[in-house]
Structures are given as structure tokens and as C-alpha cells.
């Protein structure tokens, strides 16, 4: 066993104490098996347990919005794959009963990811828990999932699972706790969006006792175990002092002394409510195009569209076009054959092979524009040169749209100022810039380190692009994770971003940091941060 203090990477903000629970187990299969007596009956009962599996996503996917509602599309669209229904199979025909069929099916797709790597190995995690889930409604037992000690708790695992995380309860579940995981993974994101306390990639926890008391210190990557009563209640003391902090501050998001830096949400598919946000950063439309053999019709996106735009009346709406490839395949728009998925045919170079399908997205997200009152706005995923931002530009603005690209390439961070002159706007995806930067797999805890959003050499490539912002007089905005960050909105207003895009529970923290500096505050930590000699020196320079 462990005690003292566990250090992990700080993933979601905030800091919680309570009991600790682990999540309950997966089935484990006996080495052997018996003979099937009806292979057909067995075939049949696989693939209803797959299908429950994929029906259960669907039921969670239907109460959130967002990344959380694209990450469970996309587990929907693994357990219906096609080729495991043909696995299972060949399985029992080889001998095999239904649970041990679905085990072999999946071993197969589990080699294939893991021998890819990047991306796709870290995919392997999410593949896992749907086996381990139809194997469990095959042998009758409880799938692995959250536990329930009866009394609030933090939770430990190894990793989560987008089907459980996304179904977490703040008020029974106070913090997350996982041994594997950097600060851009599923459980990471989807922490964030719930506003639970998070430490991600902590060695050791899973060796921490059950019931054993713990504080989770999701701004600092800490989890104190043990502690006292005083400390539990000084930890209580703040998070109430933290709750009347935000309570004091509401409107639109600005420094103190009135400069303003709006504060919009991502959002993804179903309802969407807009709150006290000032309209939407991030629209992702990945939502409608996972899980489907055919892409969908104008008529489809259009409505689709139209159920966004209607709740944000009189506020910007930017859409983001298909971002398809990577973790995210579509099967009629990527290629199920590149080596390197992260650095091939996705986001706006699908157009390339398939320009059918964005310009039925543009004359879609043009009829759902007209439709209702919402400012809205498109912009292009995945751009590297100017040349493809003039392209895209002139696609939109042959539907009376503004037009705006991702800032997520090295390149077109590098050469801002000619996309600006092509474009109305940008907006930088810091989770893939980082990736790119520094070379380093954003879904791989192991480098967490390196895709920290708060090196110095990414901030100086946000520098960048928001001075040729300034310089073109237009809006540059900020739409990765590093938005929903309260600590670098000074940095971020400092160096010029104009919008901050996030999940709704990050909003009010982002506002009360931006109102408690001024700007003249904000730019000199900006300046103080950049440098900085690492991540962890940075943090330190921003609050000293």
C-alpha cells in the first residue's frame, strides 16, 4: 500500500476530499469453454449483446451535448463494426460460445489498434470496456462500471470509459482519479465538462485501499492521502469560499477595468441552452456523421443545425465543418488504410477526395442559417496554407457567410497573417497544435508533459497568431481545451485572443478570473509566462 502524497497531472480544476472507490471489475472468461450445443443460438445471443451495448451508449448519448455526445457516436459506431459481427462468427464456428466469441472477435480489432499506435492504440482503452461489457450481458453479471459505497466518493480506476464518465454524478462522485490518461484524454475532457475534480496519469493510486480518505487537487495534480481533519475541513472552506467567488461576477467576460474577451461554448449535437454564454465558438458537426454507412442528407443537416441556431438567437454561432479522420473515422470519407491517421486525410483535406460532402454541408448550414437569427459563422478544421484557406473562404462566401479556419497546424500558426487576409476570423485548437508542435501524441498520458498547454512554445505560437490578429483587425479565438483553463484567460487576454471557447460548467471560473485583473495585469503575465522556461515555471510566473 501507498501513503503520503500521489502526483499526477492536474486535468480538471478544483479539489475535493472523501472515501475512495475503484471501479467495479471486469468479467474474466475461464481459459476454457465449453463446446456451443446450437452455433446458432450463440451467434445470435453475441450480437444481441453487442447491439445492447450500442443501444446503451445511444441512452447515455441522448442527455449530453458536445465532445461527450461525439465520443459516445463514435463508441456506437466501433461495437456496430461490421467486421466484428463477422468475427464473432467465424469464432463460434471455429468452437467457441457466445461470450468467448466476442473475445476473440475483439482480440483481433484490440492487436490492430495497439500495433497502430498514436491515435488509434489509445482507442484500444475504449474498445476494451465494449468487449468487457457485452461479455458481462453474456454472462449475466454487472458490466465494469462506477461503484456505489453509499455516500459521496472519489473515484479510482485505471482509466474511464466515455460510457462512464459521461454518466458521472458530481454530487456522488467529488473527484477522478486515474492512473493512466494525459490532460487531453476522454476522461480529462469529459471532467472538465461535468466540473469534477480530476488527476490524471497518477502512478500508484490503484494501490490505495478502498475507503481509504483522499483529497484530489485537480488544479495542483496532487492526491493527498490520509489527511486530517483540518485539512479536509480547510479544503471544504475553500470550495465554498470558490462557489460565493463565482457567484459575485455574471454578463459578458472581461478584464476589470472593461476589456472584453467574450466567453462562447462548444457545443455538439442535440439541445443546446445558451446560459449566460455569449453565443458559441465551437459548433462540431461530427455528431451527425458517425455511426451511418451514408452521409447525411441537406435536408437532415439542416435540421440538425437549425435546432442549434435556435438557442442562441442574436448571438455568433461558429460551426465547425466535418472533422472526420484520426480517432474520429468515417467509414465513406476516410480511408481505412494510412498509416498515420493524425497526419492524414482529415478535416478540411476530405474535400480533396470528397467535395460532395462539404458543399452539401455548406448549402445545409446556409439553409439553417436563414432559417433562424443566430450570427452565424463557418470555419474549416485541419488548414495549413493560405492557398486552403482562400479556397475555403470563397466556398462560404459564395453562401453569404462569414468564413473562419482552425489554427491547429505548426504552418498556419507560423503564417497566420496570410490566412488572416484570406479569412474573416480564426480560431486556434490547442489540443492539436500542441500535438503538432511538439511531436507528441495528445492522447498518450506518457508525454502529458510536452502537450501541457501552458509550454511556453505554444503560447508564443498563440502569441503569434493573435498579433496578426491585431494587426489584420480580427477576431482571433481560442476553442481548445486550454480555453476552459481559469488560470491562462489572463495569459490569454494578455496576448491578445478575443474569445474563449469551453464547455458551460468552465465559464464562470474563466469569467471571475478575467474580472479580478486588469488588462494591463493580463499582459504582463502574459509576458512573464512566455518566459518562462517550462510548463511548471510558467505556472509559477502567472501567479507570482
Same mark, same amino acid.
Given at each position: 500500500?501507498?501513503?503520503?502524497?500521489?502526483?499526477?497531472?492536474?486535468?480538471?480544476?478544483?479539489?475535493?476530499?472523501?472515501?475512495?472507490?475503484?471501479?467495479?471489475?471486469?468479467?474474466?472468461?475461464?481459459?476454457?469453454?465449453?463446446?456451443?450445443?446450437?452455433?446458432?443460438?450463440?451467434?445470435?445471443?453475441?450480437?444481441?449483446?453487442?447491439?445492447?451495448?450500442?443501444?446503451?451508449?445511444?441512452?447515455?448519448?441522448?442527455?449530453?451535448?458536445?465532445?461527450?455526445?461525439?465520443?459516445?457516436?463514435?463508441?456506437?459506431?466501433?461495437?456496430?463494426?461490421?467486421?466484428?459481427?463477422?468475427?464473432?462468427?467465424?469464432?463460434?464456428?471455429?468452437?467457441?460460445?457466445?461470450?468467448?466469441?466476442?473475445?476473440?472477435?475483439?482480440?483481433?480489432?484490440?492487436?490492430?489498434?495497439?500495433?497502430?499506435?498514436?491515435?488509434?492504440?489509445?482507442?484500444?482503452?475504449?474498445?476494451?470496456?465494449?468487449?468487457?461489457?457485452?461479455?458481462?450481458?453474456?454472462?449475466?453479471?454487472?458490466?465494469?462500471?462506477?461503484?456505489?459505497?453509499?455516500?459521496?466518493?472519489?473515484?479510482?480506476?485505471?482509466?474511464?470509459?466515455?460510457?462512464?464518465?459521461?454518466?458521472?454524478?458530481?454530487?456522488?462522485?467529488?473527484?477522478?482519479?486515474?492512473?493512466?490518461?494525459?490532460?487531453?484524454?476522454?476522461?480529462?475532457?469529459?471532467?472538465?465538462?461535468?466540473?469534477?475534480?480530476?488527476?490524471?496519469?497518477?502512478?500508484?493510486?490503484?494501490?490505495?485501499?478502498?475507503?481509504?480518505?483522499?483529497?484530489?487537487?485537480?488544479?495542483?495534480?496532487?492526491?493527498?492521502?490520509?489527511?486530517?481533519?483540518?485539512?479536509?475541513?480547510?479544503?471544504?472552506?475553500?470550495?465554498?469560499?470558490?462557489?460565493?467567488?463565482?457567484?459575485?461576477?455574471?454578463?459578458?467576460?472581461?478584464?476589470?477595468?472593461?476589456?472584453?474577451?467574450?466567453?462562447?461554448?462548444?457545443?455538439?449535437?442535440?439541445?443546446?441552452?445558451?446560459?449566460?454564454?455569449e453565443g458559441v465558438g465551437l459548433f462540431r458537426t461530427e455528431f451527425l456523421f458517425l455511426d451511418r454507412e451514408q452521409a447525411p442528407?441537406?435536408?437532415?443537416?439542416?435540421?440538425?443545425?437549425?435546432?442549434?441556431? +435556435? @438557442?442562441?438567437?442574436?448571438?455568433? &454561432?461558429?460551426?465547425?465543418? /466535418?472533422? =472526420? *479522420?484520426?480517432?474520429?473515422? $468515417? #467509414?465513406? !470519407?476516410?480511408?481505412?488504410?494510412?498509416?498515420?491517421?493524425?497526419?492524414?486525410?482529415?478535416?478540411?483535406?476530405?474535400?480533396?477526395?470528397?467535395?460532395?460532402?462539404?458543399?452539401?454541408?455548406?448549402?445545409?448550414?446556409?439553409?439553417?442559417?436563414?432559417?433562424?437569427?443566430?450570427?452565424?459563422?463557418?470555419?474549416?478544421?485541419?488548414?495549413?496554407?493560405?492557398?486552403? +484557406? @482562400?479556397?475555403?473562404?470563397?466556398? &462560404?462566401?459564395?453562401?453569404? /457567410?462569414? =468564413? *473562419?479556419?482552425?489554427?491547429? $497546424? #505548426?504552418? !498556419?500558426?507560423?503564417?497566420?497573417?496570410?490566412?488572416?487576409?484570406?479569412?474573416?476570423?480564426?480560431?486556434?485548437?490547442?489540443?492539436?497544435?500542441?500535438?503538432?508542435?511538439?511531436?507528441?501524441?495528445?492522447?498518450?498520458?506518457?508525454?502529458?508533459?510536452?502537450?501541457?498547454?501552458?509550454?511556453?512554445?505554444?503560447?508564443?505560437?498563440?502569441?503569434?497568431?493573435?498579433? +496578426?490578429?491585431?494587426?489584420?483587425?480580427?477576431?482571433?479565438?481560442?476553442?481548445?481545451? =486550454?480555453?476552459?483553463?481559469?488560470?491562462?484567460?489572463?495569459?490569454?487576454?494578455?496576448?491578445?485572443?478575443?474569445?474563449?471557447?469551453?464547455?458551460?460548467?468552465?465559464?464562470?471560473?474563466?469569467?471571475?478570473?478575467?474580472?479580478?485583473?486588469?488588462?494591463?495585469?493580463?499582459?504582463?503575465?502574459?509576458?512573464?509566462?512566455?518566459?518562462?522556461?517550462?510548463?511548471?515555471?510558467?505556472?509559477?510566473?502567472?501567479?507570482?
Amino acid at each position: 500500500m501507498v501513503s503520503g502524497e500521489l502526483r499526477g497531472s492536474p486535468a480538471s480544476p478544483g479539489a475535493a476530499g472523501a472515501v475512495m472507490a475503484r471501479m467495479r471489475p471486469a468479467p474474466v472468461l475461464p481459459e476454457s469453454w465449453p463446446a456451443p450445443a446450437d452455433p446458432d443460438g450463440e451467434k445470435s445471443a453475441a450480437k444481441a449483446a453487442l447491439e445492447e451495448v450500442a443501444a446503451d451508449l445511444e441512452r447515455r448519448g441522448e442527455s449530453v451535448t458536445g465532445e461527450a455526445a461525439e465520443i459516445l457516436s463514435t463508441q456506437v459506431m466501433m461495437v456496430r463494426d461490421p467486421t466484428l459481427a463477422q468475427g464473432i462468427d467465424d469464432a463460434v464456428d471455429g468452437g467457441r460460445p457466445a461470450a468467448w466469441a466476442v473475445e476473440q472477435a475483439f482480440s483481433g480489432h484490440l492487436a490492430a489498434l495497439r500495433a497502430a499506435g498514436g491515435y488509434l492504440a489509445e482507442r484500444a482503452t475504449d474498445l476494451a470496456d465494449l468487449r468487457d461489457r457485452a461479455i458481462a450481458g453474456l454472462l449475466g453479471e454487472q458490466p465494469p462500471g462506477i461503484p456505489d459505497p453509499g455516500e459521496p466518493f472519489v473515484l479510482i480506476a485505471v482509466d474511464l470509459a466515455p460510457a462512464d464518465t459521461v454518466t458521472l454524478d458530481p454530487a456522488k462522485v467529488r473527484a477522478i482519479v486515474t492512473e493512466k490518461g494525459g490532460q487531453t484524454s476522454h476522461t480529462a475532457i469529459l471532467a472538465r465538462s461535468l466540473g469534477i475534480p480530476a488527476v490524471v496519469g497518477c502512478a500508484g493510486a490503484l494501490e490505495v485501499a478502498d475507503g481509504t480518505v483522499v483529497i484530489v487537487d485537480g488544479d495542483a495534480g496532487t492526491v493527498v492521502l490520509d489527511p486530517g481533519q483540518d485539512l479536509l475541513d480547510a479544503v471544504e472552506g475553500k470550495a465554498r469560499e470558490r462557489r460565493e467567488r463565482l457567484a459575485r461576477y455574471s454578463g459578458p467576460g472581461s478584464t476589470s477595468d472593461g476589456h472584453p474577451v467574450a466567453l462562447l461554448l462548444n457545443v455538439g449535437g442535440g439541445p443546446a441552452e445558451a446560459g449566460d454564454s455569449e453565443g458559441v465558438g465551437l459548433f462540431r458537426t461530427e455528431f451527425l456523421f458517425l455511426d451511418r454507412e451514408q452521409a447525411p442528407s441537406v435536408a437532415e443537416q439542416r435540421t440538425a443545425y437549425g435546432e442549434v441556431f +435556435a @438557442a442562441f438567437p442574436g448571438r455568433p &454561432v461558429v460551426i465547425r465543418t /466535418l472533422d =472526420a *479522420g484520426a480517432d474520429k473515422p $468515417v #467509414p465513406f !470519407a476516410n480511408a481505412d488504410d494510412e498509416p498515420n491517421p493524425a497526419l492524414g486525410v482529415r478535416g478540411q483535406r476530405i474535400a480533396r477526395r470528397h467535395p460532395e460532402l462539404l458543399a452539401a454541408q455548406l448549402e445545409a448550414i446556409a439553409l439553417a442559417a436563414g432559417d433562424h437569427d443566430a450570427e452565424v459563422k463557418v470555419m474549416a478544421p485541419m488548414i495549413a496554407t493560405p492557398a486552403e +484557406a @482562400a479556397d475555403f473562404a470563397a466556398r &462560404v462566401r459564395a453562401h453569404g /457567410l462569414a =468564413a *473562419g479556419v482552425m489554427i491547429e $497546424v #505548426p504552418a !498556419a500558426a507560423i503564417r497566420a497573417e496570410a490566412i488572416l487576409a484570406e479569412v474573416d476570423f480564426v480560431s486556434i485548437g490547442t489540443n492539436d497544435l500542441a500535438q503538432y508542435t511538439f511531436a507528441a501524441d495528445r492522447m498518450l498520458g506518457e508525454l502529458g508533459d510536452l502537450l501541457d498547454s501552458w509550454q511556453p512554445a505554444l503560447l508564443d505560437l498563440v502569441a503569434s497568431v493573435a498579433e +496578426a490578429g491585431r494587426r489584420a483587425g480580427k477576431p482571433v479565438g481560442i476553442c481548445g481545451e =486550454a480555453a476552459a483553463d481559469p488560470g491562462l484567460a489572463p495569459v490569454f487576454a494578455g496576448l491578445g485572443v478575443t474569445s474563449l471557447s469551453m464547455s458551460a460548467p468552465a465559464v464562470p471560473e474563466v469569467r471571475a478570473a478575467l474580472r479580478e485583473r486588469t488588462f494591463d495585469e493580463c499582459t504582463a503575465v502574459a509576458k512573464a509566462v512566455r518566459a518562462a522556461a517550462d510548463a511548471t515555471e510558467a505556472r509559477r510566473a502567472a501567479t507570482s
